[in-house]
Antibody, heavy 119, light 112 residues
Framework: QLVESGGGLVQSGGSLRLSCSASGFTFSTYAMHWVRQAPGRGLEFVSAISGDGGLTYYSSSVKGRFTISRDNSKSTLYLQMGGLRADDMAVYYC??????????????WGQGTLVTVSS | QSVLTQPPSVSGAPGQRVTISCTGNTSNIGAGYDVHWYQQLPGAAPKLLIFGNSGRPSGVPDRFSGSKSGSSASLAITGLQAEDEADYYCQSHDHSLGGSGVFGGGTKLTVL
């Protein structure tokens, strides 16, 4: 099970930290992803991290502004978001990736947390 | 513009068979990367429907099937039911993007 938290209303240019608490599987052996969905739009890969935290990925739209991290002792994934813009407004989903590398099938998804950016 | 192309919408009557295509190129599906499919019911999070081109997670009815050929993949749904009305997304990887994951734009399935 994956449960996201930390979403909310933030002003343009502001910061927010999302968390994703995992249970029911050996967290440290799986890559984890953040995928977002803007209102009425499709799915977009945002960021990903390998099981040991040694490999990370950022989409070009968030590179330099967002930082992904994980605490395997707490089975928790994080996304530190900075320099937020109107086009970052979306539901952010935490998803479990493969138990190898970073990219592969996303086997489980959280319920999502909404990030709203106001100008 | 998504890297993987899906039709924006498809429809079918209950009991019918529908297919949803996912077209890529030689940098993604055609390069041999697996294709996965997700179902997103209205107001819900996406859920894995098909993995590794044609695998079905436990609990997914065998009415859902996936296939891949060349640079394209397809999701077929037989015996269409009202509860199948949802958005469907394909996902693969693209080596021109460093092997990162890519989604199709999504297809809205309407059960008439």
């Amino acid at each position: 099970q994956l449960v996201e938290s930390g979403g909310g209303l933030v002003q343009s240019g502001g910061s927010l930290r999302l968390s994703c608490s995992a249970s029911g599987f050996t967290f440290s052996t799986y890559a984890m992803h953040w995928v977002r969905q803007a209102p009425g739009r499709g799915l977009e890969f945002v960021s990903a991290i390998s099981g040991d935290g040694g490999l990370t990925y950022y989409s070009s739209s968030v590179k330099g502004r967002f930082t992904i991290s994980r605490d395997n002792s707490k089975s928790t994934l994080y996304l530190q978001m900075g320099g937020l813009r109107a086009d970052d407004m979306a539901v952010y989903y935490c998803a479990r990736g493969p138990n190898y590398g970073i990219f592969g099938v996303l086997g489980n998804w959280g319920q999502g947390t909404l990030v709203t950016v106001s100008s | 513009q998504s890297v993987l192309t899906q039709p924006p919408s498809v429809s079918g009557a209950p009991g019918q068979r529908v297919t949803i295509s996912c077209t890529g190129n030689t940098s993604n599906i055609g390069a041999g990367y697996d294709v996965h499919w997700y179902q997103q019911l209205p107001g819900a999070a996406p859920k894995l429907l098909i993995f590794g081109n044609s695998g079905r997670p436990s609990g997914v009815p065998d009415r859902f099937s996936g296939s891949k050929s060349g640079s394209s993949a397809s999701l077929a749904i037989t015996g269409l039911q009202a509860e199948d009305e949802a958005d469907y997304y394909c996902q693969s990887h693209d080596h021109s993007l460093g092997g990162s994951g890519v989604f199709g734009g999504g297809t809205k399935l309407t059960v008439l």
